[in-house]
């Protein structure tokens, strides 16, 4: 299966405050039965950012017009703690966002993303407070995050290196999902099978 690629992100960053942000934060539970990923953005963050009868809370951060158009998501520590659910990946990246910024992910979240197309840095807690006083100082701030370099690039130049295992990082470096990689690989495999002759089993009579 085909997933959008990524090699790069460059543009605006906009921060979501709190640590331990759960995924029933991120999309309520009651949207899990949506399967459509088109206008899965307007969950997204739902009981903060709407009221009871749908009008959005102004002063949340993601209905304000700094919001629009961001592609990177400055988050608290611990980001996407709680139940598994790839609705919230779904989410995140239909309001446009194509990487997450935080000290700490939580693990199921973290699978869920890669395997969506959406970039999960991690970076020091230093770098990590920085970040957040230049957003707040500069709404028009932008970062990049290289991919093949695996660095995120402050304003300024400053390079910070991020971890990511070397599959995931292939596998959104050529837009492909797990089956997609191994088909990328058919003609590796099939000089495997003609060289590695089938073992003959037999059995004692």
């Known amino acids: 299966m085909s997933l959008a690629k990524i090699t790069s992100v460059s543009g605006r960053a906009v921060n979501v405050p709190g640590n331990d942000i759960d995924t029933d934060r991120i999309i309520p539970a009651r949207y899990l039965k949506v399967t459509d ?46 139940s598994s659910r790839e609705h919230a990946p779904w989410a995140l990246t239909a309001f446009g966002f194509r990487a997450v910024i935080s000290t700490s992910f939580a693990d199921i979240f973290r699978g869920n993303a890669l395997k969506n197309s959406l ?31 695996q660095s995120l690039i402050l304003p300024g130049g400053k ?25 990328k690989q058919e003609a590796h495999i099939a000089a495997y099978e003609k060289s590695h002759p089938a073992a003959v089993i037999t059995t004692a009579k």
């Open 119 to 149: 970039l999960p840095v991690v970076v020091p807690a230093d770098v990590h407070a920085e970040l957040f006083k230049m957003v707040e100082a500069d709404q028009k701030l932008e970062l990049t995050i290289d991919l093949a370099s």
């Open 159 to 183: 390079n910070v290196e991020f971890p990511i295992d070397n599959f995931s990082k292939q596998c959104l470096l050529a837009g492909v999902d797990q089956l997609g990689y191994i088909q």
């Open 37 to 82: 990923k088109v206008g899965m953005d307007q969950y997204l963050f739902r009981d903060w950012r709407f009221n009871s009868d749908g009008t959005p809370i102004p002063t949340f951060i993601l209905n304000q017009p700094r919001a629009q158009g961001c592609k990177i998501l400055l988050a608290g520590k611990n980001f996407g703690t709680g």
